[in-house]
Structure formats: C-alpha cells, structure tokens
C-alpha cells in the first residue's frame, strides 16, 4: 500500500493541470471530491462465492461455443470467444449539449488457436490453418518487399515432431480465420459508433489523428489488421502505421519490469500457499477433476503448469469449442460438457480472485499497469488543452491487460476477459458550461467500480478519473518505478 503517500501532491498537481485545461467558464463545473485510492471488494455473486464455484452445474448462461451471440439473450451476456462490445445496436448517445472530444478503446484480440503450452501432449486430429494467411516481412526505404507469406509444413524426414496437433498448418498461437472476421467486424462496429452515429471520426483513414497500438506479441497486429479495414474498407492492401514499444518494456502488454508486483500476486495468487487462494484447488471435487481431466488427456498429473491454475485447461477446452472442434477423448470417454462448465466456473472464479476478491489485487494491477493508466491520463489531458490532433487511439492488447485495467479501476463484477473483451473511454465537453466529463464503456456499457469515488463512471467529472489516476501512478506515472521496485 505504500503508493497511497502521494494523495496530497497528486491532488495539487490535478487541480492545476484541470482548471488550466478548460477553455470557457470553470468556476460552474462541478469539481470531483478528492480521489478515494482505497481497495473496495466486488459485488459477491455466483462468479467469486466460492460454494456456487465448486458445487454448482451450469456456467451461468454464459456462452462459450460460438462468437455468435444469440439473438434470444441481451448481446451484453458474457460470451468468451467474442465479448460485446460498444456497437450501433446498443450505444446511448448522450445529451445532445455534451460533444465528444477524445475516444481511447483498448480490447483483448480475438479468438486464437491456443498456445502451444496449452496444447495436450497428443491431439487426435489436425488443427488447420490452410484458410488464412501469415505474412511476414519489412523493406527498406524505398519500400520494396516481397509480401512474404508463411507455409507451416511438417517434414516427412524430420525424425522429431512438436507436440500437440498433428500435421498442422497453423502458429501456437495465430488468430484463427473466424477471429480475423470478428476483429473486421470489431472494427465496423466501433466505427458504426464514432463515424455512423457520432460523426466524430473522418470518412476517411487520417494517420495523423487516428492512432492504432499493439504489443510486441504478433497476434495483435493480426488483429489491428482486421480492426483498420473494418474500420476504413479502403485501408486493404495498404500501410497502416501502428505504434509498439519496445521489447520488455511495453507498457500495454504489460512487458516492463516489475518484480514488486510479481512477488504481490504470487504471495496470493498462482503457486501461493494462502489457504484463501487454496481452497478452491484443494477442495475434492477439484481433485477429481483435474484426476478425470488428466487421465483423458495424457497429461502429466505432477505437470505444476497445468495444476496450479485451470489456465492450461480453460484455454485448451475452450479453444476447441469456439472453433467447433470436438472435445476430446481418450480411448473409451470423452470430455464431458459437466467437465467443461466445471473447468470454466472455476477459471472466472480465479481470474476474480487474482484481480479484485483479494484485497492486495489494487495494489499489484497498479503497480504493473500504471504506465498504460498514466498514458491514458496523459492522452486525456493533451486532448483538454487542444495540443494534440489525436481524437481516437485503438490499442490491441491480452488478457492480462484488460484484467489489471479491470483491477485498478475496480469493477464491480470481475470476470476472466475473453476474446475481444473491450474497455472505451470517452472524453466529452459539455458545450453550455464548457465542463469535461468522462463515460468509461465496459462490453459496450457504463463500467461500475465498487470504489465510490468512481463509481458508475457515467459522464462524471473529468477529475474524477485523473485524480484517481494520478494518485494511484502519479502524474506521468512517476509513482511507478517505486512501487514496481522490489523492498
Ligand atoms: C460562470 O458561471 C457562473 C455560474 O453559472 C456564473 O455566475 C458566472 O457569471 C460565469 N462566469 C463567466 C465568466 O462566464
Ligand atoms: C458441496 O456439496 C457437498 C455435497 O453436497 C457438501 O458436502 C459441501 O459442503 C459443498 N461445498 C461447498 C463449498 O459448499
Ligand atoms: C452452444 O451451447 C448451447 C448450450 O449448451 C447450445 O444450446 C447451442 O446449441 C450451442 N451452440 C453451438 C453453435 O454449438
Ligand atoms: C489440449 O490439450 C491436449 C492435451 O495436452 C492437447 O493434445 C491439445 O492439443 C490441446 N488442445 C488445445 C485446443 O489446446
Ligand atoms: C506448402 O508446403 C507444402 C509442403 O512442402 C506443399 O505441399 C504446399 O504446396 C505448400 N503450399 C503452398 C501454398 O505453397
Ligand atoms: C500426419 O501426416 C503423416 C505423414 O503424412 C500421416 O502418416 C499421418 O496419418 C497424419 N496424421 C494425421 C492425424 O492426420
Ligand atoms: C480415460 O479417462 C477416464 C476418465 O478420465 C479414465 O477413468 C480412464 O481410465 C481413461 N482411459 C484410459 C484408457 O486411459
């Protein structure tokens, strides 16, 4: 909890830097109540209680085998292999007084082959790839390539062979074919929004205002890909630049060090001994699960990886079933349904535990993902004063992006974020008052943060946000290299 110390100067620091940035009246803007950094714990529900977790047989209506949600259930219910996410259908266009300034969207990519880690020791079937492509290359100044494309082949004499799949044509991981369309039609989608409904962004691909960034993990340039010609048909077959940082210090992956919030996470979390974090491994009918699951897949019963967390088994099954593949078999039972639920249940559970249920989750997410929240305060900031021409920036990140963005702004119901799971915020300017006020969009509608400071995080001051932020990571996220630092 050491970075709660720096409440007073960050709270200073904001007043100035928000009464500056206002261009007309200030004194009529309500101004947000001094920043409240504590830790509040989510709303309890079936996802974190534990009994409902181990005992229960369903997985609460949420879908995982198909990215098409139904027409029957509300598009916001949980879907893993394609999340909601802002689109026409649903989107609430607010007071016509308020107009919209600054658009920052940032999701997990879209469905993907699993990785290789999680791949059983030896699969039944092919998994193959043949339906889309891979490309792979650069050029020099004058802009000359090949666009090299890659043919995944197996040697027939190369006497070793990889695990997992045979014969397959695909990367552990790529996205899949279906997944480049859901990141196109994520794209369309969010354009339906800020160009159909908003006439905020341009007809037309303007590099200079619209800004795409991913992470050095290639499956999110597969995706930005898709995201841009959703966007702007016109963009196929053309240069997009998108912005990554280096290698081990990318701020959106998250990659830069920070062993503090390592050591935090592991002294709860994956591979600790806390008995609150135990309890859900430990409990009988998790041991006959992973027994059950282990002697249908071949894998290794003392395999640490794939029994200190449901991870490897989550991804596993329900990668399979959002490509409708079959489960799979051993030589006299399957995977059953039960099993899969059951896997399932207990994965959310620990993605809420990690993340929000136990007390030192803030303090970890913080420490590990304040440089992305402080970019973000700052990208606010520059579109307030008018000394910047970006109006939208995209960010194409991972899972434990979104659930350390989750964790620090404190959602009231956590969940393992699947596959294109979407966090929007909004900077709009009341044009009566000339007040600033943010709406941070979670699957396509309001976010609500058990933190009372922020709350449903509906077009509330500006402040609110960038105080918070700033007392969390401190302006221009000086606070983190402390807290990322070991003691
Ligand atoms: C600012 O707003 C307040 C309250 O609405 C009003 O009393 C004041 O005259 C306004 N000042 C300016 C400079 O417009
Ligand atoms: C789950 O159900 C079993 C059998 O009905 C019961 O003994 C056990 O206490 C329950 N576990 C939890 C955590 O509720
Ligand atoms: C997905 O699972 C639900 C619930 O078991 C089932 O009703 C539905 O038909 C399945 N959809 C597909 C595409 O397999
Ligand atoms: C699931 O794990 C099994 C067992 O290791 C492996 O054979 C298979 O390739 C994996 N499948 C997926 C989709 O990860
Ligand atoms: C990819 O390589 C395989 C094996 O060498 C070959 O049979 C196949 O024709 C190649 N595919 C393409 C598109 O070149
Ligand atoms: C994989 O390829 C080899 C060599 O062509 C073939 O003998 C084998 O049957 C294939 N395995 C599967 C599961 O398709
Ligand atoms: C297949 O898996 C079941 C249940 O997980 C197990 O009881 C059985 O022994 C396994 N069969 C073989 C041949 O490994």
């Not at 341009?202 to 800004?211: M, N, V």
């Not at 890909?225 to 990554?244: E, I, K």
């Not at 490509?323 to 399957?334: A, G, R, Y």
């Not at 969940?415 to 008052?433: A, C, N, Y």
Request: aromatic share 12%; net charge negative.
């Amino acid at each position: 909890m050491r970075h709660f110390g720096s409440v007073a100067v960050a709270a200073l620091l904001l007043g100035s830097s928000w009464t500056t940035a206002q261009s007309t009246n200030t004194t009529s803007c309500p101004t947000a109540p001094p920043a409240d950094l504590n830790w509040y714990p989510p709303t309890k529900t079936v996802v974190n209680d534990l009994e409902s977790v181990l005992n229960g047989t369903n997985i609460y209506g949420y879908i995982f085998n198909s990215s098409t949600t139904p027409l029957d259930v509300p598009y916001s219910t949980y879907n893993w292999c394609n999340m909601p996410h802002t689109r026409a259908n649903e989107y609430i266009i607010p007071d016509p007084d308020f107009e919209l300034r600054y658009v920052e969207v940032i999701h997990r990519h879209h469905k993907r082959t699993p990785y290789a880690s999680n791949t059983f020791p030896q699969e039944q079937y092919p998994w193959l790839c043949n339906d889309e492509s891979l490309y792979y290359y650069a050029a020099p100044s004058d802009n000359s390539a090949a666009q090299i494309v890659w043919n995944i082949s197996q040697s027939p004499l190369n006497p070793f062979k990889p695990t997992g799949f045979p014969n397959s044509t695909c990367q552990f991981p790529q996205i899949t074919a279906g997944g480049l369309l859901d990141s196109r039609q994520h794209g369309a989608d969010v354009f339906s929004v800020y160009h159909d409904l908003l006439s905020f962004l341009p007809s037309t691909f303007d590099a200079d205002r619209i800004f795409f960034r991913v992470t050095n993990n290639v499956i999110t340039s597969q995706v930005a890909a898709q995201v841009a010609v959703g966007m702007y048909p016109s963009l196929d077959s053309h240069t997009v630049p998108v912005t990554v940082q280096p290698v081990n210090v990318d701020s959106l992956e998250p990659q830069y060090p920070c062993p503090a919030s390592e050591s935090l996470y592991s002294s709860y979390g994956v591979g600790s001994t806390d008995p609150a974090w135990l309890a859900h491994l430990t409990a009988p009918s998790t041991t006959q699960l992973f027994a059950r699951l282990d002697a249908l897949s071949g894998v290794n019963p003392s395999d640490t990886a794939w029994h200190a967390w449901f991870d490897h088994y989550f991804d596993n099954l329900s990668a399979r079933l959002c490509h409708d593949k079959p489960l799979p078999c051993n030589s006299s039972v399957c995977v059953s349904d039960a099993m899969t639920e059951s896997v399932f249940r207990r994965g959310i559970y620990e993605y809420s535990y990690i993340y929000r249920d136990n007390p030192h989750s803030l303090s970890a997410s913080v420490a590990s993902y304040g440089v992305w929240l402080a970019e973000l305060a700052y990208n606010i900031r520059t579109a307030m004063a008018g000394t910047s021409n970006v109006v939208y920036r995209h960010n194409v990140a991972h899972d434990g992006s979104m659930s350390r963005l989750l964790s620090m702004l404190q959602v009231d119901v956590m969940v393992w974020p699947g596959m294109g799971s979407e966090v929007v915020f909004e900077l709009w300017r009341r044009k009566s008052s000339g007040c600033w006020v943010v709406r941070v969009l979670w699957k396509g509608v309001v976010l609500r943060s058990s933190n009372p400071g922020l709350g449903a995080l509906d077009m509330v001051p500006v402040g609110a946000l960038l105080g918070y932020i700033d007392g969390l990571v401190g302006v221009n996220a000086r606070e983190v290299p402390g807290l990322c630092a070991e003691s």
